[in-house]
């Protein structure tokens, strides 16, 4: 089942913070995340497993709170190359799943100078 | 290392016709996915492969074939192209060995944009 992303788009000024979240309603093994800019392919950020653990990749960090399902994607102090759509993607119950992830739909970030 | 490269990166297609986009990955990687993008939307699991011989269907099948002779390539079929299949096609790789969290990692090919008329 797809994850759901909120907020759909959010702009920022440079040195400005945002959350992005990723929820699903099924039980997640991993939630990982990747950034896409306009007409490229998407990047690989971080994984997340089940266990509470937070990672960092730069000044962009995340967690993962497998009791809600849900993990949120931080960007503190945000550069002009944060800008993109950023994109959790889920694997579902207890196993890695062939690596068959879900995508939400994307996160719109914009940042302004 | 090349990484996963695509062919072509565009196409316009019409009703009816048929094609084969092609995906090359030179690192190995034992698992191999085809996405697709519709505008504005996130990444939907067509086929995936996970060895050479071995596919499965994903989340949205329908239309499109796979076929997986060797590790490095695993191109997509699409028979009688329908207007719905207008969209930008990625093709995905990982290693898949186990012993660490690395190994969970995708890597994109550039994409093709396919348009159906």
């Known amino acids: 089942q797809q994850p759901v992303q909120s907020p759909q788009a959010v702009i920022l000024r440079e040195g400005e913070d945002a959350v992005i979240n990723c929820s699903s309603s099924k039980a997640l093994y991993s939630v990982h995340w990747y950034r896409q800019k306009h007409g490229e392919a998407p990047v690989f950020l971080m994984i997340?497993?089940?266990?509470?653990e937070q990672k960092g990749h730069d000044k962009i960090s995340a967690s993962f709170n497998e009791k809600k399902q849900q993990s949120s994607l931080y960007l503190t102090a945000s550069q002009l190359s944060y800008s993109g759509t950023y994109f959790c993607g889920t694997l579902e119950g207890t196993t890695d799943s062939w690596g068959k992830l879900q995508f939400g739909a994307g996160t719109q970030v914009v940042v302004t100078p | 290392n090349a990484g996963v490269t695509q062919t072509p990166k565009f196409r316009i297609l019409k009703i009816g016709q048929s094609m084969t986009l092609q995906c090359t990955q030179d690192?190995?990687?034992?698992?191999m996915y085809w996405y697709r993008q519709d505008p504005g939307m996130g990444l939907k699991l067509i086929y995936y492969s996970v060895g050479a011989g071995i596919t499965d269907k994903g989340e949205v099948p329908n239309g499109y074939n796979v076929s997986r002779s060797t590790t490095e390539d695993f191109p997509l079929r699409l028979e009688l192209a329908a207007p719905s299949q207008t969209s930008v096609y990625f093709c995905?790789?990982?290693?898949?060995?186990?012993?660490?969290?690395?190994?969970?990692?995708?890597?994109f090919g550039p994409g093709t944009r396919l348009t159906v008329l």
């Open positions: 997340l497993l089940k266990g509470g």
């Open positions: 690192m190995n990687h034992n698992y």
């Open positions: 995905a790789s990982r290693s898949g060995l186990a012993g660490g969290m690395s190994y969970n990692e995708q890597f």
